[in-house]
């Protein structure tokens, strides 16, 4: 079995890397650190069960209120995750596909970002983005499915809600259904706070992050070339809806 090093070795073997890669610091004086914005540091969160910063917080209650008003359950299934949750994640599903399936490592993460993030590279470390349902409904099963949120599933009305009005509030849907977007999946249920959340991809996209993930030590990052990690950031993390461009 492969041995892993912890949380704490590894981010503070990586902070001393980035000192070391050019016109990035740690103490470089910008509104969102690299450590930030890669979910290695401490942010304030509020509200119990929301954890997002404070004005998108603020902006969900009142979505959430007004969506009561109409019947529907703003319950949110996940939000903030720091590096180290996505690490926990981004791991497990590689050790299942690449033991348990026998996948080759390169297929095996091809798969993971499907749906799943790169650690470090996650909209959920910056403390601005839900994936969100309708808490009423009852039903079996992983919620976090695209037919659930189709016409006959438990969260139709939810997603009908949402598209006439989420934008109010200035949530927008990250990956839409737009055929010809590429990277991440279709997801109905993942919104973003684009006040916060736009001038956090443009400081995400000032850092040369596809050198700093192949400073990362977690299992599956050894298969990381550059050219894959440029690919992964322009059609992942930058293909997504353009309001939040």
Do not use: C
């Amino acid at each position: 079995m492969m041995q892993r090093r912890s949380f704490i070795k590894k981010t503070s073997a990586a902070g001393i890397a980035m000192a070391l890669v050019p016109g990035i610091t740690l103490n470089q004086e910008m509104e969102y650190s690299i450590v930030e914005l890669m979910g290695k540091t401490n942010i304030e969160l509020y509200g119990e069960g929301i954890n997002l910063r404070k004005k998108a917080h603020d902006a969900f209650l009142s979505m959430k209120r007004a969506a009561y008003s109409d019947g529907i359950d703003l319950k949110i299934v996940s939000s903030f995750r720091s590096f180290q949750r996505q690490e926990i994640i981004f791991e497990r599903k590689f050790i299942t596909y690449t033991e348990d399936d026998e996948m080759e490592p390169l297929a095996a993460i091809d798969k993971i970002i499907e749906y799943s993030t790169i650690p470090g590279t996650s909209r959920h470390h910056w403390g601005t983005d839900i994936d969100v349902i309708d808490g009423y409904p009852k039903t079996n099963g992983d919620v976090l499915v695209p037919e659930k949120f189709e016409s006959g599933g438990p969260f139709e009305n939810f997603k009908k809600w949402m598209d006439e009005n989420s934008v109010i509030y200035d949530f927008h849907l990250v990956y839409t259904d737009n055929p010809k977007r590429r990277g991440f999946k279709y997801e109905p249920w993942h919104y973003s706070y684009a006040p916060i959340s736009k001038p956090m991809l443009e400081a995400f996209r000032s850092k040369n992050i596809a050198q700093l993930l192949q400073l990362e030590e977690f299992y599956g990052a050894e298969h990381f070339t550059i050219g894959f990690l440029k690919n992964y950031i322009q059609n992942n993390i930058l293909d997504i809806n353009r309001n939040l461009l």
